[in-house]
C-alpha cells in the first residue's frame, strides 16, 4: 500500500511508517503525478483536494489532519467513493489558549480590563464552544453566533446583533461561499463600522471570513475604531498584505492550533480511523511520543488574580514571540515572504498547553489560583 502525505503532518512517519510505504511532499506544491498510484492521501489545510489532484488515482481514503473541510471538495470525494474523514477538536485547547494569550497581552499592552466584557463568539462548533466555556469560567459575558448549534447554556443572537453588543469579537467559523449561512467575507466594510467603538477583532478560523481589504480601510480611515486586532489567519495565503499587517496588533502565521498536543492529536484521529478502514489495530498513540517531564513555570503574584494569569501565560505561551519572527519576514521580497509564511509553520518551536505545566511556588491568593486552574494550568 502506497501511503503519500505532507511532508509537514507531524509524527507521519511513527504513525503511518508500519502501514506501508510512505512518501511525503510539500503539501502546498503536491501536484496529480506525486498522488496518482497512492491508496491513501494524508494532507492539511494547505492541499486543495479535488478532480484536478485525484481523478487519475487510485486514492481511495483521504485523511487531514484538520479541523475545518473547507480545502476537500467533499461532494466529489463521496461521488467517487473515497472515504474522507478530518480531525474535528484535535486542536481546540490549543486555539483556545492562543485566544486568550492574545485577550491577557492585548490586556497588559493597551491596559484594557477583560473582567466583565462580552466576548462574541461566531461559531460554536469545538473550538467556539471550548472558548465559550473557559471564557464564562473566567468571568467574560458570552454570547454566541451560530445558525446550525444550539447551545442552551450560552446566550445566541444573530450576527449583527452580536456585532453591535460585543466588546470582543472572536471568528471560530468554517470558510463557506454558499448557503442560507456564508461565512465568506461575514466580516466586511459594513460589519466592521457596526462593531462597538473600542472593541477587539480577533480571527483563529479561516482567512476570508474577514474582508482584509475592509479591515485595511478601517484601521487606516478610523485607527481608533477598533482598540485591537489580532489576525492568525489571511487571505491569500502564504502571501500576506504587508500593509494590513503593519495595521493589526498581534499577527502570526496559522499557527494558533499549533501546540505540540494539538498537531499530533490530529495525527493520531486520523491514524485511528485509517486503521479501522483497513480492519487492523493500532500500534501507537499520543501518549507514545509526548514528553512526560512537565515544564515548568514559577507563580508570580501580580497585583490582582488578572495580572497573575498574564504573568503565567506569558511564561507558558509568549504570543508575541510569534509575532515578532512573522514581523521579521515582512521585509523579504515576495516570493521569499511565501516561503517564510510556511517555513515558521513547518519549523515551528514545540510550543506546549497550559496543562503540561507543573507551576512552581504558591499563590497568595485563592482567586488568582482559582482562575489559572480555569485556565488549564495543573497543580
Not at 521569499?336 to 498547553?353: I, M, Q, S, T
Request: some cysteine; aromatic content about 8%; overall charge negative.
Amino acid at each position: 500500500m502506497l501511503i503519500v502525505a505532507d511532508e509537514n503532518m507531524a509524527l507521519v512517519e511513527p504513525f503511518f511508517g508500519h502501514l506501508g510505504e510512505l512518501r511525503c511532499y510539500a503539501g502546498r506544491q503536491l501536484t496529480a503525478e506525486q498522488v496518482q498510484d497512492a491508496d491513501v492521501l494524508l494532507v492539511r489545510s494547505v492541499t486543495k483536494v479535488n478532480a484536478d489532484l485525484l481523478a487519475k488515482s487510485r486514492v481511495r481514503f483521504v485523511g487531514s489532519a484538520t479541523i475545518g473541510a473547507d480545502h476537500l471538495d467533499l461532494p466529489w470525494l463521496a461521488a467517487q467513493d473515497i472515504f474522507t474523514t478530518t480531525a474535528p477538536g484535535c486542536n481546540a485547547r490549543s486555539v483556545v489558549e492562543y485566544v486568550i494569550s492574545a485577550l491577557l497581552t492585548v490586556s497588559q499592552r493597551l491596559g484594557i480590563a477583560l473582567d466583565g466584557r462580552v466576548l462574541g463568539i461566531v461559531g460554536l462548533g469545538n473550538v467556539g464552544y471550548l472558548l465559550a466555556r473557559v471564557a464564562q469560567s473566567i468571568g467574560l459575558k458570552v454570547i454566541a453566533c451560530d445558525p446550525f448549534v444550539t447551545r442552551t447554556e450560552i446566550q445566541q443572537v444573530d450576527f449583527a446583533e452580536l456585532i453591535a453588543m460585543a466588546d470582543i469579537v472572536s471568528l471560530h467559523t468554517p470558510l463557506t461561499q454558499t448557503g442560507s449561512h456564508p461565512s465568506y467575507h461575514l466580516v466586511n466594510a459594513r460589519s466592521l463600522a457596526r462593531m462597538k467603538s473600542g472593541s477587539i477583532l480577533l480571527n483563529t478560523g479561516r482567512g476570508a471570513v474577514v474582508d482584509n481589504q475592509a479591515l485595511l480601510q478601517i484601521l487606516k480611515e478610523k485607527p481608533t475604531h477598533l482598540a485591537a486586532v489580532v489576525l492568525d489567519v489571511w487571505e491569500g495565503e502564504p502571501l500576506v498584505s504587508q500593509q494590513l499587517l503593519s495595521k493589526v496588533t498581534i499577527a502570526t502565521p496559522h499557527i494558533a492550533g499549533y501546540s505540540l498536543e494539538g498537531k499530533w492529536r490530529g495525527t493520531e484521529q486520523i491514524y485511528n480511523v485509517l486503521c479501522q478502514f483497513l480492519g487492523l489495530a493500532p500500534q501507537h498513540r499520543l501518549a507514545d511520543f509526548l514528553p512526560q517531564q512537565k515544564n515548568e513555570i514559577e507563580i508570580v503574584d501580580g497585583e490582582s488574580a488578572w495580572t497573575t494569569a498574564q504573568q503565567l501565560v506569558a511564561q507558558a505561551y509568549p504570543i508575541m514571540n510569534d509575532d515578532a519572527a512573522f514581523r521579521a519576514t515582512m521585509s523579504l521580497a515576495e516570493n521569499e515572504r511565501a516561503l517564510a509564511f510556511d517555513g515558521l509553520r513547518k519549523h515551528y518551536w514545540p510550543r506546549r498547553e497550559f496543562a503540561a505545566y507543573q507551576l512552581a511556588g504558591q499563590f497568595q491568593s485563592t482567586v488568582s489560583a482559582d482562575l489559572s486552574k480555569k485556565l488549564g494550568f495543573l497543580h
